[in-house]
Nanobody, 117 residues
């Protein structure tokens, strides 16, 4: 029943920044985890960032130090601040949520991020 909708993708030059948003139809605190994956053409989907209950945060190796995940509980919104973007960050970015006591994930529709000059 949960719906996730991403916003904020687009074209940005190398070194630039974007802020992605993911609005959930349910309370963020109802989820065990929320976060972001990305997938570029011809590549496997990779974890970008994850935030779990208690505000534990994990980042993918390739984005650590450049990206920041956060959430606004009142707005039912998850964010991904993306700084110092590189061409290799080009991908479709997907928001997800994971329920307590299950490995099932709900996914947003994805938003395209293109880093190019």
């Amino acid at each position: 029943q949960v719906q996730l909708v991403e916003f904020g993708g687009g074209l940005v030059q190398p070194g630039g920044s974007l802020r992605l948003s993911c609005h959930a139809s349910g309370r963020l605190l109802a989820f065990y985890a929320m976060g972001w994956y990305r997938q570029a053409p011809g590549t496997q989907r990779e974890l970008v960032a994850e935030i779990t209950s208690g505000d534990s945060i994990n980042y993918g190796y390739n984005v650590k130090g450049r990206f920041t995940v956060s959430r606004d509980i009142a707005k039912n919104t998850l964010y991904l601040q993306m700084n110092s973007l590189k061409p290799e960050d080009t991908a479709v970015y997907y928001c997800y949520s994971q329920d307590w006591n299950t490995e099932y994930k709900s996914w947003g529709q994805g938003t395209q991020v293109t880093v190019s000059s």
